[in-house]
């Protein structure tokens, strides 16, 4: 008697801690500032795989999540190649990853991906997230949506800044507090960036249907 | 001089359709933090947002029945506000539609609803007893009725 009570308690234990847990990742679906980054491996535009670790010298990366076809990372596309041009040589290079499920967005599609690439000069990879696994992890919502991420001593990236390029979406003559340059600069100060995260407009992430 | 007031009062009347105004983060907030209505639904858009012109007709059918009041919430840019209003004209939106008048997208964005991330488009939901449903996605006629339910039950 005493030990299927025992057991049966056991039992409401763990479904009970599971239930917490449960809510628990769903609350904190994504990654906040402070957080140590999820590493990824994926199909960059020339075929090759591209993560975190792909490249020693790193001493972090601004990863944006954008794509083809949003009007809104069109108008950052141009400042997006420019964060790398002024970045790369000082270790922070740009790394795009495109999250759209190409049944909805087919101007997404890898091929479209490699005509872009082209056409633009990027300096930086551009990968395909085919799971969307990545994107979910980082808790990336829209497009563009930036994540600073600085290389700490074991190797571990930790994220700095989330969020916006800079404060004016529409016209880049117009802007007046560049958030990611002044986040990169902070960290190539060796400091903390002061502005950690903005929110912008943008455009809804196409997730697959479930 | 005659046919030119005639001609200024008909551009006058052909516009009342696509008449939008601007509002502040202050306006916006007396939409939904003192609703007149049962249900206030507030969406928050733009023209170059496809997802949101192709929800736009069903939440503007939503908006014509008599316990619901519909705002749509231009984000669109100062230079962009005529094809903002061409959008609703042809699509035919009865409901009022305002451009935002706040420069920071931020402080909007965090003002309107803390766990919205800034994509487009959004809906706001608001029960007369105060109760909200915030959505951040493209939404269906179906979607709507859920959460309408869900937003007017165990009141």
Known sequence: ?210 | MKTMILFLGLGVFLNVPNESQKIDLKGLKSLYEKPSNDVTIINFWASWCGPCIKEMPVLDGFGAQENIDLFFISMDFEQDEDKAKKILSKKGVASKNYFIDEKDPDKLIRSVEDSWTGAIPATLFVHRSGKRIFHEAELNHEQIQIIIKNLTTNQ
């Not at chain 1, 670790?53 to 083809?68: E, Q």
């Open chain 1, 1 to 210: 008697m005493k030990n299927t009570f025992l057991t049966v308690t056991g039992v409401l234990v763990v479904v009970v801690l599971l239930f917490v847990n449960a809510m628990d990742s769903e609350q904190n679906s994504g990654k906040e500032v402070g957080d140590i980054a999820v590493d990824f491996n994926l199909k960059n535009v020339d075929d090759n795989m591209v993560s975190l670790s792909s490249k020693s010298s790193a001493k972090g990366y601004i990863l944006v999540f954008t794509c083809n076809t949003c009007p809104y990372a069109k108008m950052y596309e141009q400042r997006i190649i420019d964060l790398d041009k002024k970045y790369s040589g000082k270790g922070y290079s740009v790394i795009a990853i495109n999250p759209n499920d190409v049944n909805k967005q087919p101007g997404d599609s890898f091929e479209e991906m490699k005509k872009r690439y082209k056409e633009k000069g990027y300096s930086f990879p551009y990968l395909r997230d085919e799971t969307q696994e990545t994107t979910m992890a980082y808790g990336a919502s829209k497009t563009p949506h930036v994540y600073v991420l600085n290389k700490e001593d074991a190797g571990k990236f930790r994220i700095e800044y989330i969020g916006a390029i800079d404060d004016s979406p529409r016209e880049a003559a117009d802007v007046q507090e560049r958030y990611v340059e002044e986040a990169v600069d902070a960290l190539l100060a060796g400091e903390k960036p002061k502005i950690t995260g903005k929110r912008a407009i943008g455009c809804t992430i196409k997730w697959k249907e479930a």
